[in-house]
T-cell receptor, first 114, second 111 residues
Framework: NAGVTQTPKFQVLKTGQSMTLQCAQD?????MSWYRQDPGMGLRLIHY???????DQGEVPNGYNVSRSTTEDFPLRLLSAAPSQTSVYFC?????????????FGPGTRLTVL | TQLLEQSPQFLSIQEGENLTVYCNSS?????LQWYRQEPGEGPVLLVT?????EVKKLKRLTFQFGDARKDSSLHITAAQPGDTGLYLC???????????FGKGTLLTVNP
């Protein structure tokens, strides 16, 4: 199993551009989530999904959209990038929604918005 | 909003020393997880504690969940350079779907 994969690994955008961060998992996990990690701020939840077709907002959802059309994929869309969205983004999955929600993380995407 | 405070924020020690990292909150959590993150990688789960007062051991690492399920500690015995990394605690509170992460303790073990 590849686990949780994320592409791209690095990305530079200009303010106002849009892009999609890709996330896929091959473990048949129900739950998937997106976090951003900023210095001194820890990991903050952006959006999450408890199954295909179901998504909900986390702590910092503004400026981001998600969809979950399949169990495997959970892309994160930046609608109009802003410098405040410069961060490292992690996708994670968990075997099932509920329970202890133990997360398997991807390797991250480092995004810079100029 | 549930908050988890980790201390210390930074810790630099010599190989062979012991250390303890703390994770504290005013909120009750149904379970608490510890992760380790190395530079350029995603966090990796070390352990989950569920029951108040629970103690779990993972080789030289000892994890404890407070009796009231509001706090946790990670103790490392005889630290090694391979223990270097960012240690994160994460709590599961009112919603089973949302983990709250602490800001982390950056540990450096010098040879």
């Amino acid at each position: 199993n590849a686990g949780v994969t994320q592409t791209p690994k690095f990305q530079v955008l200009k303010t106002g551009q849009s892009m999609t961060l890709q996330c896929a998992q091959d473990m048949n996990h129900e739950y998937m989530s997106w976090y951003r990690q900023d210095p001194g701020m820890g990991l903050r939840l952006i959006h999450y999904s408890v199954g295909a077709g179901i998504t909900d907002q986390g702590e910092v959802p503004n400026g981001y959209n998600v969809s979950r059309s399949t169990t495997e994929d959970f892309p994160l869309r930046l609608l109009s990038a802003a410098p405040s969205q410069t961060s490292v983004y992690f996708c994670a999955s968990s075997r099932r929604a509920g329970g202890n929600n133990e997360q398997f993380f991807g390797p991250g995407t480092r995004l810079t918005v100029l | 909003t549930q908050l988890l405070e980790q201390s210390p924020q930074f810790l630099s020690i010599q190989e062979g020393e012991n250390l303890t990292v703390y994770c504290n909150s005013s909120s009750v959590f149904s379970s608490l997880q510890w992760y380790r993150q190395e530079p350029g990688e995603g966090p990796v789960l070390l352990v989950t504690v569920v029951t108040g007062g629970e103690v779990k051991k993972l080789k030289r690492l000892t994890f404890q969940f407070g009796d009231a399920r509001k706090d946790s500690s990670l103790h490392i015995t005889a630290a090694q350079p391979g223990d270097t990394g960012l240690y994160l605690c994460a709590g599961l509170g009112g919603s089973n779907y949302k983990l709250t992460f602490g800001k982390g303790t950056l540990l450096t073990v010098n040879p």
